[in-house]
DNA sequence: GTGTATTGTGGACACCGTCCACAACGGCTA
DNA sequence: TAGCCGTTGTGGACGGTGTCCACAATACAC
């Protein structure tokens, strides 16, 4: 009876992991790479839904198998949710560095320092508007988990973008060139860090569940720029 | 339906509510206030634990009744969910309110105004970290419904404090007496609204279960101030 | 006092996360 | 080549959840 239903997605997913080499008619007990697989199950289901989406059983349905074959890679549904905030919080990355990129030709320093604050900015609300669920899931309380930015514990790489920085470590990055550049009073660097991050996450919040929830995009838009405003001149 | 407002602290007598009458020897089939009962123990597990927390059976359980019982007052359990969320944004509008209360006594109109404003602020923040159940609650995602200060409905009472205005309401009286003031340019009043939001909530929530979550009362204090600094100064 | 709408009960269903014992497999060693 | 053994997936079960249905007890209106 293992024989039964391949699995309906196509779901391998590049790997190049080597692996491969077993005659697929022969019985898929061994799967291959399910921790792969319900990681991918699971950012795919958090992406759709957010976190309280990620339902374990139904990661491990579109593996295709059997649920408690999830608990020999992740020890309980929290920490599956663990890892695929990781990689939520690996793709907000990438989405600041992507807006990093679209302004890397500037050369004076100042306007260069500021340009690098507000694409950060930008790629956050960006990435928070148009990928609801995952950022819902990258900053989901967890229990026993902490978000990357705490201090407390050593920045994990599974939480970085390309450039190896974490959506905090972005944000750092975009400060310390404003000081360097004498736009932002080193005095006031070390609270900077929060309070620019405290802006963009609450406008994010507001209007992903909160009150301002459905309003359109061009003045979510809008909005975003106008808080990063709000940001840059408070500082 | 509803008689006075609930008290954010904890349990009114249980039974004995008003009805009597009955012999209480005698079964309860009869509750006599069921759907109070429930909102209460609802709001009570909200408090220690947040939107998830508030089970319906557990409520049912609170209350002395069969879980099927809690469907002759809310039609499911997001119906019990969004009650309480009601009864949450009222406590934050009776904190907010409160200090607002403490700086009743100034009489310089622009001092005044700008006195509000960080009032509001402060009270917000003060439910955030005190209450910090009942504040997830107040915006968690709730699928069908909506927060107040979407301008799509109409204000629902039940969200107010005791000045009969929601939270969302409070902080827009707050920016009216800065306009009246002359502290706040007329053209900039309609996005101040959000931008203000914005800041105190994104602390709220980077505090609650965010990269600052566990940062020492003081220090989050002492943000919290600088955050309304932000605002007052970047509107 | 009798009838009727309201409100709580009892039992069931599907789904969830998780635990346990067991079976299939792959790679190591002899 | 044969055998072992640790890893990984299976099968079945348990307690928990929200929700549906039919039924019983009650309060109230006539």
Redesign the pocket.
């Known amino acids: 009876?293992?024989g039964?239903k391949l699995s309906p997605k196509g779901g391998s997913g590049s790997k190049g992991t080597g692996?491969a080499g077993?005659s697929p008619t022969?019985?898929?007990?061994?799967?291959?790479?399910?921790?792969r697989a319900l990681l991918e199950a699971g950012i795919e289901l958090a992406r759709q839904g957010g976190p309280e989406a990620?339902?374990?059983?139904?990661?491990?349905?579109r593996a295709?198998?059997?649920?408690?074959?999830?608990?020999?890679?992740?020890?309980?549904?929290?920490?599956?949710l663990a890892a695929v905030r990781s990689s939520a919080l690996s793709f907000l990355a990438q989405a600041m560095e992507a807006e990093l990129d679209r302004i890397a030709t500037i050369s004076r320093v100042d306007d260069r320092a500021r340009a690098m604050l507000r694409a950060v900015g930008t790629g956050y609300l960006n990435f928070a508007f148009a990928e609801t669920g995952l950022f819902r899931m990258a900053f989901a309380p967890l229990e026993g988990v902490r978000t990357p930015g705490d201090a407390t514990e050593p920045p994990d790489p599974a939480n970085a973008g390309k450039s190896g920085l974490n959506p905090f470590q972005l944000l750092g990055s975009a400060l310390d060139a404003m000081v360097s550049a004498g736009a932002l009073p080193a005095a006031r660097r070390p609270a900077a860090e929060f309070l620019a991050w405290s802006g963009v996450h609450g406008l994010a919040m507001l209007v992903i569940d909160g009150p301002l929830r459905g309003l359109p995009p061009t003045q979510v838009d809008a909005l975003g720029q106008r808080v990063i405003d709000m940001v840059e001149k408070g500082l």
């Open positions: 009876m293992t039964g692996r077993k022969r019985s898929t007990y061994r799967h291959g790479d399910l921790r990620v339902v374990l059983r139904e990661a491990t349905r295709g198998v059997v649920p408690n074959a999830a608990y020999r890679h992740f020890s309980s549904r929290e920490a599956l």
